[in-house]
């Protein structure tokens, strides 16, 4: 069938992280994520006679697999965005990423976000313009994508920062762009382990309520995001290293004194972590280090530090596989 519809979202990497949550999404803490194009998704929608929407990979260099799980929670998000949109006729959705997807590096942010963006598009096509600006919508994407943001916060948290080109910050019902004095980053991720981890984090989110370090950790993120929002302002890159360690740090600590404990870390995760501390001490520079609810590490450098972004890659590149945004 002819394609009616093709929209993209970059995946994005959280400096201070969404987790615990309440209903739909709305999230225990703030969060601020700087956005990765080089790991983007794209959508398809076209028309379907079948007498339900389906799903399907969209062929590419890198094909996307999802469980029958994956992709009933795919079709269900996307059957929510048809409703809210009025949209009745039955669809196939097929989706790609730009990037391998079985190096621990798929998101549920680029691919929800590039849904709910797709939808959007297949809405503005479909619907005569007074429907279409009934629901609240202009048209315009960079008017209407906060809009998008809190649609796609309810499929899935972490993508309704997954709108926005480089930075963007959530507070409660979506995400808005902000802007600091480095507007342009590169990202190493460093891939400690490929397999898919045991725990999701939309788990991870229910469980961490049990650890007693859920007591000030709303206060803690909340520190944490003025602090580092005010050294990317002030171009205080080694105060905001600071501030990124401690905040996945304080995200795992909440993982592994839960009650149960569960956790990411991998002697191989520590083994990277290791080698950017040694390189913070050796150079007094260094990139910014986080790590989401998995064992890998990502790394983000100024746009003038590419000899220190190829020296990472040096130093890892025998060792693990390694995506970066500059390849
Ligand atoms: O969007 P979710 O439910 O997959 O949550 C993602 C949470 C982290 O990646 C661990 C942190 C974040 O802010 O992206």
């Known amino acids: 069938s002819r394609i009616m519809i093709k929209e993209t979202a970059p995946s994005n990497i ?7 949550k309440e209903a739909n999404n709305i999230p225990s803490n703030p969060s601020l994520s700087y956005s990765l194009p080089h790991l983007l998704t794209t959508v398809e929608i076209s028309k379907t006679d079948a007498s339900e929407d389906q799903w399907a990979a969209l062929e590419s260099e890198y094909a996307i697999e999802l469980s029958e799980k994956g992709k009933a929670r795919y079709l269900k998000f996307f059957k929510k965005l048809k409703d809210h949109f009025g949209l009745s006729s039955n669809y196939l959705i097929q989706s790609a990423n730009n990037f391998p997807s079985d190096a621990g590096l798929a998101s549920s942010a680029s691919s929800f976000a590039a849904l709910t963006k797709a939808t959007y598009s297949l809405a503005k096509s479909e619907l005569d313009t007074e429907a279409f600006q009934a629901l609240g919508f202009t048209g315009e994407f960079i008017t209407d994508r906060e809009k998008l943001s809190a649609l796609s916060r309810t499929g899935s948290g972490s993508s309704c920062r997954s709108l926005f080109d480089t930075w963007s910050e959530w507070q409660t019902d979506f995400a808005v762009e902000e802007s600091f004095s ?8 460093i891939i400690a382990e490929e397999d898919k981890k045991e725990v999701s984090s939309s788990d991870a989110h229910i469980k961490v309520k049990s650890s007693l370090l859920m007591e000030g950790r709303t206060a803690r993120a909340n520190k944490r ?8 302002n002030e171009k205080s890159w080694e105060a905001a290293f600071e501030i990124c ?26 083994m990277v972590l290791n080698e950017c501390r040694s390189y913070w001490k050796a150079n007094q520079d260094g990139p910014l280090v986080t790590m989401d609810a998995g064992p890998n590490v990502h790394l983000l450098f100024r746009e003038d530090q590419k000899s220190c972004y190829e020296d990472f ?13 500059e390849s």
Do not use: R, V
């Not at 959280?14 to 615990?20: C, F, N, R």
């Not at 995001?225 to 990317?232: M, Q, R």
């Not at 905040?247 to 009650?259: G, I, K, N, Q, R």
């Open 182 to 189: 480095y507007s342009k980053l590169l990202h190493l991720a």
């Open 313 to 325: 890659i040096k130093i890892f590149e025998n060792k693990f596989k390694i995506w970066g945004s």
């Open 225 to 232: 995001l003025a602090d580092l929002k005010n050294a990317l």
């Open 14 to 20: 959280a400096l201070i992280k969404y987790m615990g």
């Open 245 to 270: 360690w401690a905040e996945f740090w304080d995200m795992h600590a909440l993982f592994e004194t839960s009650e149960p404990s569960f956790g990411y870390m991998t002697a191989d995760s520590l």
